[in-house]
């Protein structure tokens, strides 16, 4: 029987073969907001919903980034996720986005996303540092860059060695530090007196460490570069001779 499948039937398969390596090689993009007009996931059906204040998309051109809209929060509103995103302390898991903080806002309002097992981001507090760090647990992990009220490209991933930060597609930093997340909020985190002011753009949540190309590509034009012709051939290739070996 196996024998007598028709070629197109085994190319097929090798191709669903292909796409299943590739897939288990890139991981993918969880979640992702493109806040052109609304908060809906543009990927999956993890919409945000509005939990405080009245959360809004800007379309005003200096406070958004790409597309034709922005998440514009003032201090006292924010959003929940419909599912947590939760992460093991072995996963690898990245977040890419645009931020741009509002020049008169209060140096404490510059939480991004928030958890309740006590992860947040902050963009900015001068006691510490005017930029963005990473808290876990009231440890700041990480902590560079610096507030100017414009906009930059802010990018976390995490693996097995850590976190690496990166801004404006320069890696700034890493830490050796591991831990479960579960992120549950945007714009706010631990404390009602850190919700983000100023405008937010392109949310991504990856299930895996993006590489520099991919951070590049966000960088340079928001998109998630797809695998290269000569890569998908190889992988189906791959997938028919791994099948041609079990017949």
Same mark, same amino acid.
């Given at each position: ?14 191709a669903?073969?292909?796409? +299943?390596?590739?897939?288990?090689? %890139? ?9 052109? +007009? ?18 809004? /998309? ?17 201090? +006292? ?7 947590? !995103? ?16 509002? $020049? ?15 992860? *947040? ?10 930029? !963005?760090?990473?808290? !876990?647990?009231?440890?700041n ?8 009220? %414009? ?8 693996? $097995?060695?850590?976190? $690496? ?9 890493? %830490? ?18 850190? !919700? ?8 991504? *949540? ?10 590049? +590509?966000?960088? /340079?034009?928001? /998109? ?15 997938g ?8």
């Amino acid at each position: 029987m196996k024998e007598k499948l028709f070629p197109s039937m085994k190319a097929s398969l090798g191709a669903l073969a292909a796409i +299943s390596l590739l897939s288990a090689a %890139q991981g993918g993009v969880v979640a992702h907001y493109t806040f052109d +007009s609304d908060f809906t996931d543009s990927v999956g059906s993890n919409d945000l919903l509005a939990d405080g204040g009245t959360p809004t /998309t800007t379309t005003t051109a200096s406070e958004v980034r790409f597309g034709t809209g922005a998440l514009s929060l003032d201090g +006292s509103s924010d959003l929940n996720f419909t599912s947590s !995103i939760a992460f093991g302390v072995s996963d690898e898991w990245s977040v890419s986005f645009w931020g741009k903080r509002a $020049s008169d806002a209060d140096f404490r309002s510059g939480m991004v996303l928030g958890t309740t097992d006590g992860f *947040i981001w902050t963009p900015d507090n001068p006691s510490v540092v005017r930029g !963005i760090r990473l808290r !876990i647990n009231g440890d700041n992990d990480v902590e560079v860059g610096a507030d100017d009220a %414009q906009y930059h490209h802010w990018v976390v991933t995490a693996d $097995s060695s850590g976190f $690496s930060l990166y801004r404006d597609n320069i890696l700034l930093d890493t %830490q050796a530090s591991a831990t479960n997340v579960t992120f549950d909020e945007v714009g706010t985190g631990a404390s009602a007196a850190n !919700i983000y002011d100023g405008s937010i753009d392109e949310l991504y *949540i990856f299930d895996e460490a993006i590489d520099a190309a991919v951070i590049e +590509s966000l960088f /340079t034009s928001n /998109t998630v570069p797809e695998p290269s012709p000569l890569a998908l051939i190889g992988l189906t290739s791959l997938g028919l001779l791994k099948r041609r070996r079990r017949s």
